[in-house]
């Protein structure tokens, strides 16, 4: 009878012990998935944005959402639209657009208290007369369900993150561009010869009728 009152009592005594453990232990996994998650989605939410910008960008009208660009919104481009304000304007006003869109995503797709919002910057570099790429930088900071459990380990609980995207404007005067400079570099007429402006012309024929 001692026997048994005394295993009883050293089950309640390892009861008392592991079960607070494994409690303790389950809300720290739960806090570093949290982490990881959130830093997984502000991540691919920039992405997103990037690559959404750089398709749309130098459409006024065009759907970011959906990346949808009309025939019309094609054809209506402005032919300057790089010189003068046209930068400027075009930077502004996608800005506004993938500003609206992070943050509507973040409000949807997380579950952490965001103890600041987001902090978001958008920026168009020029890498050539018609060529540019898009950056976007989303700042956030943040604690998660859980957190305080971090603070045991020697974590701080509240988290700090900065998501970098970038992505490459397509624009087809870049390739107009490009194929016009190709053409003329390789022109054989630009050597001055008429004998070799008519070779070129004539293989141009040739060419014209094989395709």
């Excluded at 997103?48 to 949808?68: F, H, L, N, P, R």
Aim: glycine share 6%; proline share 1%.
């Amino acid at each position: 009878m001692e026997r048994c009152q005394s295993e009883r009592g050293a089950i309640m005594l390892e009861a008392l012990i592991v079960y607070p453990v494994t409690i303790f232990l389950l809300f720290f996994v739960l806090a570093l998935f949290s982490i990881f998650y959130h830093i997984w989605n502000i991540q691919a939410i920039a992405n997103e944005a990037a690559v959404k910008a750089a398709q749309t960008y130098k459409y006024k009208e065009a759907d970011i959402e959906a990346g949808y660009v009309s025939a019309e919104q094609v054809s209506g481009l402005e032919r300057y639209r790089y010189l003068f304000w046209g930068q400027d304007i075009m930077e502004a006003d996608a800005g506004r657009k993938i500003e609206a869109y992070i943050n509507r995503r973040l409000d949807h797709t997380s579950f952490v208290n965001k103890l600041t919002e987001p902090e978001i910057e958008f920026k168009i570099e020029k890498d050539a007369l018609s060529n540019r790429h898009v950056e976007v930088v989303v700042t956030e900071e943040f604690t998660v369900p859980f957190g305080d459990a971090l603070s045991y380990f020697g974590y701080d609980n509240v988290i700090h993150y900065e998501a970098v995207a970038y992505a490459d404007c397509l624009d087809i005067i870049d390739y107009i561009n490009t194929v016009d400079f190709v053409g003329e570099q390789t022109k054989l007429g630009a050597f001055g010869s008429k004998t070799l402006g008519m070779v070129d012309a004539v293989l141009k024929l040739f060419d014209h009728i094989i395709n």
